[in-house]
């Protein structure tokens, strides 16, 4: 991930700090004065340091703060008034304000001496700024001890590493497809301290890869390595400013390793190009059958939902929802399905039971239709990981042509049936 820190400097103190951003920031990066500053969009992280003037951020920085947008961030100031004061606090609140837009990661400010010419002009205003009182304390800031917190906290934040994996451990093999890995491997690559989160959509279910997105954004991871990304997941992963790099193989902490060492350039293998080796065969078969393997609880699951159906679902409660009147079945029958969730084997199942019990047509086609593209129960999921606009908006109009669907299904049937 490429990484810029931003700074605003009249006597070097932000300056001494916007050094030690770009010190501890691990990969490709780039130090600016904000005058010469870049264009933050092709960045993936940005830090920006200011000086507070008139008790909010210097004119220049308060500028190029507001054309961050949605990238992640990290504010650090320097300024007369005391550590903790109410005018410090108060100038990094109206930085945040100015960067409103952006993920902010965290903040740093400490007090940097003031000039004697700048102390002189200020003396010898009508009404003094409150911050000269706590000048005298400080010069000779930012000092070391400055540095070294602020080093500290760059180091709970700067970069996290999520890793697709086959088991929960450092030592594992990356998984080959980010949705379905049974693992994402949370790593911070300075100290290779890991959290094993497990995916809810290894077993390749509705919504896997939104599922695998949103453990990426929870963490607020800064990178994600695996195998393949699909091309939705990869863009709803740098929508919220996470690169993916693809075509990375062996071992967890080998491609954390590789990672750290190249900086960003971990060559992504091509998809066009798949590799028949035996080399590459071998890992495909096995993990083909693992597949299988996972599929067996469903078949079972399968197997015991017909049981169940047909044990505690009674034809009369049946008739006393779907009516026969093809609005209201589909209406019943698409708001049936998008409540329940589940693999979409399990939506035919059910679509055959319901037939069988006498449910109308309509009603089992608005159903199947629905259980695949509607996720109420997912939805903080999908808002979570899309916006809740787009997730309000894609469930709403999926409701909308379920029922579309459902008609157009069922009269195009009728009219084959005449025909034939």
């Keep these: 991930m490429k990484s810029l820190v931003v700074y605003s400097s009249q006597t070097g103190n932000t300056r001494k700090l916007a050094e030690t951003v770009f010190e501890m920031l691990p990969g490709e990066k780039a130090l600016y004065p904000v005058d010469e ?7 993936g992280f940005i830090a920006v340091g200011f000086w507070l003037m008139g008790g909010k951020p210097d004119p220049k920085s308060s500028e190029y703060l507001g054309k961050i947008g949605k990238k992640p961030l990290f504010l650090f100031a ?61 010069v000779g800031h930012p000092d070391d001890a400055d ?63 939104i599922q695998a997105v949103v453990i990426a954004i929870s963490k607020k991871v800064d990178t994600v390595l695996t195998g393949y990304c699909s091309p939705t997941a990869m863009k709803y992963l740098a929508d919220n400013g996470i690169d ?13 390793a590789q990672y750290r060492k190249q900086a960003h350039a971990i060559p992504a293998r091509s998809m066009d190009k798949p590799d028949f080796s035996g080399a590459a065969l071998l890992p495909a078969l096995k993990k083909s059958g693992m597949q299988l393997i996972n599929l067996l609880p469903i078949f079972v699951g399968v197997v015991l939902l017909i049981g169940l159906f047909n044990a505690f679902i009674s034809k009369d409660l049946l008739s ?99 025909w034939n």
């Design 37 to 43: 500053a870049p264009d933050p969009s092709g960045y």
């Design 320 to 418: 006393s929802i779907f009516s026969e009147n093809a609005l209201l079945d589909t209406l019943f029958g698409t708001g049936l399905g998008g409540i329940l969730a589940g693999n979409p084997l399990n939506s035919y199942v059910i679509g055959g039971e319901l037939l069988e019990q006498g449910v109308s047509l309509y009603a089992v086609t608005a159903f199947i239709a629905a259980w695949v593209t509607i996720g109420l129960v997912q939805l903080p999921a999908e808002m979570a990981a899309l916006g809740k606009k787009f997730a309000l908006i894609r469930n709403a109009l999926s409701m909308v042509l379920c029922m579309a669907i459902s008609i157009l299904t069922v009269v195009t049937y009728s009219a084959f049936s005449v």
């Design 244 to 256: 993916a790099i693809t075509g990375v193989k062996g071992t967890v902490a080998e491609a954390v």
């Design 78 to 138: 320097t300024h007369g008034a005391g550590a903790g004061s109410d005018h410090a606090i108060h100038g990094m609140e109206l930085a945040k304000s100015l960067a409103s837009e952006s993920d902010i990661r965290g903040t740093y400010s400490c007090q940097g001496e003031v000039s004697p010419k700048i102390l002189e002009k200020a003396s010898k205003k009508p009404e003094p700024p409150v911050w000269l009182a706590d000048a005298p304390d400080a």
């Design 147 to 209: 540095v070294d917190v602020l080093k500290h906290q760059l180091k709970d934040f700067v970069l996290k590493i999520a890793v697709s994996s086959d088991s929960s451990n450092s030592n594992a093999r990356v998984a080959q497809r980010f949705g379905i890995s049974p693992y994402l491997i949370i790593v911070d690559p300075e100290t290779m301290e890991i959290e094993a989160v497990p995916n809810p959509g290894a077993a390749g279910k509705q919504a896997a890869g």
